[in-house]
Nanobody
């Protein structure tokens, strides 16, 4: 089970930290990715961490602003989002990959229900 938290409303330039808590699995064997979906848009990859080796990936528009990390003792992955922009507004989902990180949502078989982020100017 994956449960996201930490979404909310924030002004342009502000920060939020999202959390993805995993249960019922051996956390450090998998990859955890963050995706987002805005109304009328496709779901896009935000960032991913392969918990087994700590390697990370980021979408181009997130590089330098977002940081993904994991706390294996807490079975939790975090997404620190800084310098937020209105175009970052979306529902953010975490997903678990059993074969490493994948930018394609269809490559990540397990999903949380999401948390909403709204950035206003």
């Amino acid at each position: 089970q994956l449960v996201e938290s930490g979404g909310g409303r924030v002004q342009t330039g502000g920060s939020l930290t999202l959390s993805c808590a995993a249960s019922g699995l051996t956390f450090d064997r998998y990859a955890i990715g963050w995706f987002r979906q805005a109304p009328t848009k496709d779901r896009e990859s935000v960032s991913c961490i392969d918990v087994s080796d700590g390697s990370t990936t980021y979408g181009d528009s997130m590089k330098g602003r977002f940081t993904i990390s994991s706390d294996n003792a807490k079975n939790t992955v975090y997404l620190q989002m800084n310098n937020l922009k209105p175009e970052d507004s979306a529902a953010y989902f975490c997903a678990l990959g059993t074969d490493g990180c994948d930018d394609d949502p269809y490559g990540m078989p397990y999903w949380g229900k999401g948390t909403l982020v709204a950035v206003f100017s």
